[in-house]
């Protein structure tokens, strides 16, 4: 079965400062791969997905952007934080089922 | 348009009594996918089960089966024999045909299980 590594696993990070985090895949070949974001108490929110190297579809338009550049690699970066960019951050991979990381709980102070 | 609507935000069940967390959905594609995820306090998200839209049979897991109505788009989440450890967020999600298209979830329903 898939498993998914997404580091780390909680960032305090100043208002203006850049973001980096990466999620990786292993157990499968070519899968889609995800963003989620979930604030507090409330559903995921698709940010991007991706169904193949350097092939990125953007669902939300904001200051993050990702990138593929692995077939089981996937980043989600920004180049300026803001406060609203604070919340749980989870990859996903899929092929039938969808299997998540462990998520990331980013703070922007 | 695809979209979920979980019309419980919370629920409570007794320890070792079964529960129904609902889920309807809507979609005009003819092939698609449902799911439930469990996600306890922790944050990770945990696959439960999957149902296809071409199914002839509800899907079960354990303890856990999917009541798929069809007609009614409905894909309710049954647990069995609750126990404490399910206390968690419940989220019903779906994607449509496509094999590329995102799952897309609703808003969650939190089970709390009573001892």
């Known amino acids: 079965s898939q498993t998914i590594h997404q580091w780390p696993a909680t960032l305090v990070q100043p208002v203006g400062s850049p973001l980096s985090l990466e999620c990786t895949v292993e157990?499968?070949?070519?899968?889609?791969l995800y963003w989620y974001r979930q604030a507090a108490g409330r559903g995921l929110q698709l940010l991007f997905y991706?169904?193949?190297?350097?092939?990125i579809s953007s669902e939300v338009p904001q200051n993050l952007s990702a990138s593929r550049p692995q077939d089981r690699q996937f980043i989600l970066s920004s180049k300026k934080l803001l406060l609203s960019d604070s919340g749980f951050y989870l990859c996903?991979?899929?092929?039938?089922?969808?299997?998540f990381g462990q998520g990331t709980r980013l703070t922007v102070v | 348009a695809q979209k979920i609507t979980q019309t419980q935000p919370g629920m409570f069940v007794q320890e070792k009594e079964a529960v129904t967390l609902d889920c309807t959905y809507d979609?005009?594609?003819?092939?698609?996918?449902l799911f439930w995820y469990k996600q306890p306090s922790s944050g990770e998200m945990i696959f439960l089960i999957y149902?296809?839209?071409?199914?002839?049979q509800n899907a079960t897991e354990g303890r856990y089966s999917l009541n798929f109505q069809k007609a009614r788009k409905s894909a309710n989440l049954v647990i069995s024999a609750s126990q404490l450890g399910d206390s968690a967020m419940y989220f019903c999600?779906?994607?449509?045909?496509?094999?590329?298209?995102?799952?897309?979830f609703g808003k969650g329903t939190r089970l709390s299980v009573i001892a």
């Open positions: 991706s169904v193949g190297i350097g092939q």
């Open positions: 999600a779906m994607r449509d045909g496509s094999g590329n298209t995102p799952l897309v």
């Open positions: 979609t005009s594609d003819p092939s698609y996918g």
């Open positions: 157990g499968t070949s070519n899968p889609n």
């Open positions: 996903a991979s899929r092929r039938t089922e969808a299997f």
């Open positions: 149902q296809g839209s071409y199914d002839q």
